[in-house]
């Protein structure tokens, strides 16, 4: 269990180690800071300037030994915009970031398994039929369409929810509903097709054949079987929140890290950028660690294979 768990966080540390390097080369190569900060009428003695007052102006792996090393002391760099830390101003924005994706993650737990397993016990009914098409309904349609869909429905025509901002607890409604109904398309999908498999087969009918009740097939062999596939699209979905929220924050308007990242691109202010998918690739890392763990846990023929 040790080697198994050791091999897996050195699969995160590299991959980690690998996103930062591959971000920190994207960014400068997509477009000059200064030049956007700046303006294009900016004489060039003031770009100049800029670039030197920022380190621009050192040669690429100057600047990429430079910021390795600041990320070790725990210096994530300062905002070119705001002159602030970047991991200050990012961390003044997880709280309305988690404002969505908590309640969204919980109604794609909580609707989507269930409906799931209920569609495979009652496979080829009405209500198996529904679910499948609201779950292709659901993880098909982009979440920036949802959103515009559902701001013209229940904020334009029935105007009951307001379309933006976050002063009420009701302008968290219609983003929450948009981040999380792709989730519980995929949720159902995948916990029916689990099910669907575990229940064909031969203990599942050795269960039966012994007498047990119906409920306790299900909850204590055919549940606990389907939950390793099920495990790894919630890992994904744990680890892609702060991804999945940039799209949202920027239809509804909402202050989170989602929309800092929109505008840090769009301005080319690096520190905080880096700083962001820095974040990103650590939570979906972080979620992918915590789903191999669990994979161990549930089917220990994982850490034999891991030991040979």
Known sequence: MIRFVLTRLLRAVITIFAVVTFAFVVLRMSGDPAQVM???DVPQDAVDAFRKAWGLDQPLWVQYLAYIKSIFSGDFGVSMRDEASALQLVLERIPATLQLTVPALLLKLLIGIPAGVYAALHRQSFAD???ILLAI???????FV???????????????????GQDTWMHSILP?????????GILAR??????????GQPYIRTASAKGLKWSDVVWSHALPNAAVPIVTIVGFMVGSLIAGAVVVESIFSWPGIGRLLVV????RDLAVVQCILLMIAATMVISNLVVDLLYG???PRLRAQTAH
């Open 38 to 40: 700046l303006g294009p």
């Open 190 to 199: 995948f916990s029916r097709s689990a099910m669907i498999e575990v229940m």
């Open 146 to 164: 949802m959103g515009l869909l559902l701001v013209l429905i229940f904020s334009v025509i029935l105007s009951v929810l307001p379309s933006g």
């Open 137 to 143: 309904f659901g993880f098909t349609i982009p979440s």
């Open 176 to 184: 929450t509903i948009t981040m999380s109904i792709g989730g519980i």
């Open 129 to 131: 039929r529904g679910v």
């Open 264 to 267: 840090s691109v769009t301005n």
């Open 297 to 299: 846990w549930l089917d």
